[in-house]
């Protein structure tokens, strides 16, 4: 069974740093391409980052252009988003995608196997 489990979602102030980290059981996350949505209440999921390992692509929404970043501890099987200088338009509920060999989008028909989610709040 194919499963993601995400972790370290939380409060966090405007201005600070908060890591994701998101478990792969099943599969190997370095022959799929990656990625991390983000859904705010009363909002459409929305595409934040992705990276392709095998092909070696990577897009990002532009509001998380320099505050952002995907990686992949391909030993472990876990995926990462770091989130720096976060504002109160971060907040919602984060998830992280894998999906089919390729380019990477930051689309979500392109995933297939989604985690469970966790909230992340930015607030003072």
């Known amino acids: 069974q194919w499963q993601l489990v995400e972790s370290g979602g939380g409060l966090v102030q405007p201005g600070g740093s908060l890591r994701l980290s998101c478990a792969a059981s099943?599969?190997?996350?370095?022959?799929?391409?990656i990625g991390w949505f983000r859904q705010a209440p009363g909002k459409e999921r929305e595409g934040v980052i992705c990276?392709?390992?095998?092909?070696?692509?990577?897009n990002y929404a532009g509001v998380v252009k320099g505050r952002f970043g995907i990686s992949l501890d391909s030993d472990k099987n876990i995926m990462y988003l770091q989130m720096n200088n976060l504002t109160p338009e971060d907040t919602g509920v984060y998830y992280c995608?894998?999906?089919?060999?390729?380019?990477?989008?930051?689309?979500?028909?392109?995933?297939?196997?989604w985690g469970q989610g966790t909230q992340v709040t930015v607030s003072s």
């Open positions: 995608a894998a999906g089919p060999w390729g380019d990477c989008g930051i689309v979500v028909r392109e995933y297939d196997t």
């Open positions: 990276f392709s390992p095998g092909v070696g692509s990577r």
């Open positions: 099943g599969f190997l996350l370095e022959y799929k391409k």
